[in-house]
């Protein structure tokens, strides 16, 4: 059987991930859900298809939603999701996407939750480096038996507890609160106008201006430019200042910008 993995990755974890299952598997290419944003349909030509992507507010980030809408999955005979993750229990990504493919008569073969490293520093922090090395080679044992298991085209799905009330909080976060996003965002002094935030922000909603980002009003919030940033002078609400920035060690910026046309 022969793979294409779309993949959708803010700071890498993501990114790490597809592109470890697409080398494990045989005959499997990756393509960027961000680099298909305009087109109208994307037809699927091989027999299985991937889907990974981070998990935003317990469930589908807005992007990925939009990509397998306009899906055309006519020729696809085994599906599989990785939704990688802080933490992996409350959680309704898989049940969302499966929901999605049914609406095309398809639906999810098997599903994964992949545990890294929270990105989302605004509620927490990054762990020290020791638990984060610890924590990513766990990750990278399970992407090994996802690797198995899709060899095998098997069948089954991670369970998510609480997932009809995390799907209601991803709903609310998508309608009513991400518009909001833009507003979090500050800029200190140590900004050097290097224009980084600009080049990684998957949708283009930053700007220099008078050498400075301005966030207009598409964000995601999925927090690149924050990570990103070379000097750490993005914050998002009160509580970043001062923590640490993460990406997957892994993954170095122009891969995560390449990603926004190929
Ligand atoms: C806006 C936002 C919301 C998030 N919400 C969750 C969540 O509900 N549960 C969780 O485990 N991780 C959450 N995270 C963390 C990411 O899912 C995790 O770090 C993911 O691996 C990032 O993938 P990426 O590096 O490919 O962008 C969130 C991150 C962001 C930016």
């Given at each position: 059987m022969n793979f294409t993995i779309y993949y959708?990755?803010?700071?890498?974890?993501?990114?790490?991930?597809?592109?470890?299952?697409?080398?494990?598997?045989?005959?499997?290419?990756?393509?960027?859900?961000?680099?298909l944003r305009g087109a109208d349909e994307v037809v699927i030509d091989t027999d299985g298809v991937g889907f990974v992507f981070p998990t935003h507010y317990f469930g589908l980030p807005p992007l990925v939603i939009k990509f397998i809408k306009k899906l055309n999955l006519e020729k696809i005979k085994y599906s599989f999701a990785a939704a990688t993750c802080g933490s992996r229990y409350i959680n309704s990504a898989l049940h969302q996407l499966d929901a999605l493919l049914r609406q095309k008569n398809k639906s999810l073969d098997a599903g994964f939750h992949v545990e890294m490293i929270s990105s989302y520093i605004p509620l927490s922090?990054?762990?020290?480096?020791?638990?984060?090395?610890?924590?990513?080679?766990?990750?990278?044992?399970?992407?090994?038996?996802?690797?198995?298991?899709?060899?095998?085209?098997?069948i089954g799905r991670d369970s998510e507890y609480l997932w009809l009330p995390s799907r209601a909080i991803n709903k609310y976060w998508r309608?009513?609160?991400?518009?909001?996003a833009p507003e979090n965002f500050?800029?200190?002094?140590?900004?050097?106008?290097?224009?980084?935030c600009e080049k990684i922000c998957p949708v283009d909603n930053i700007q220099l201006e008078h050498k400075k980002p301005q966030w207009r009003s598409h964000c995601l919030e999925c927090l690149a430019c924050l990570h990103f940033c070379p000097t750490q002078s993005i914050e998002f609400g009160r509580r970043t200042a001062?923590?640490?920035?993460?990406?997957h060690p892994r993954v170095v910026s122009s891969e995560i910008i390449q990603s926004k046309t190929r």
């Open positions: 959708y990755s803010a700071t890498g974890n993501s990114l790490h991930t597809a592109k470890s299952l697409g080398g494990q598997l045989e005959n499997c290419r990756l393509s960027s859900m961000i680099s922090a990054i762990p020290p480096a020791e638990k984060v090395t610890k924590r990513l080679e766990k990750a990278d044992l399970k992407i090994q038996r996802i690797a198995e298991v899709i060899k095998k085209q098997q309608e009513k609160r991400l518009s909001q500050s800029v200190s002094d140590s900004c050097i106008s290097c224009g980084c001062g923590r640490k920035r993460y990406h």
